[in-house]
């Protein structure tokens, strides 16, 4: 199973191109909805905001020290698939980074 990590500025612009690749399907009540696949032969999984730490420490009010994160930007999402057309659409979002923040847990 192949895993896209991929991100846009915004959610808009994450469904479209979900959308575009054909990760998503249509709400069978409300057409105008679209949400995120979840099949054989594709997941979508829709991330939080993602943060990671600088290496930086702060002190609280109280002198409790933790470690000083920042959000990254865009929203992120993680798609499994092996659909070289989706694969394909995705390359122009899909981003690779060295320590993934968020596995799916017995895929990878």
């Known amino acids: 199973m192949n895993?896209?990590?991929i991100v846009a500025p915004t959610?808009?612009?994450?469904?479209?191109?979900?959308?575009s690749a054909g990760a998503t399907v249509t709400d069978p009540i409300?057409?105008?909805?679209?949400?995120?696949?979840?099949?054989?032969e594709v997941q979508v999984v829709l991330l939080p905001?993602?943060?990671k730490t600088t290496g930086n420490t702060l002190t609280d009010e109280d002198g409790n020290e933790f470690p000083?994160?920042?959000c990254?930007?865009?929203?992120?999402?993680?798609?499994?698939?092996?659909?070289?057309?989706?694969?394909a659409a995705l390359e122009p979002i899909t981003v690779y980074p060295e320590t993934p923040?968020?596995?799916l847990a017995g895929v990878e």
Not at 72 to 86: K, M, S
């Open 11 to 19: 959610t808009d612009d994450l469904m479209t191109a979900l959308s």
């Open 72 to 87: 990254l930007p865009g929203c992120h999402a993680n798609v499994y698939t092996e659909d070289p057309g989706i694969i």
């Open 30 to 40: 409300d057409p105008k909805i679209e949400t995120p696949r979840w099949d054989d």
């Open 3 to 5: 895993v896209l990590r």
């Open 49 to 51: 905001p993602l943060c």
């Open 68 to 70: 000083e994160s920042i």
């Open 101 to 103: 923040l968020v596995k």
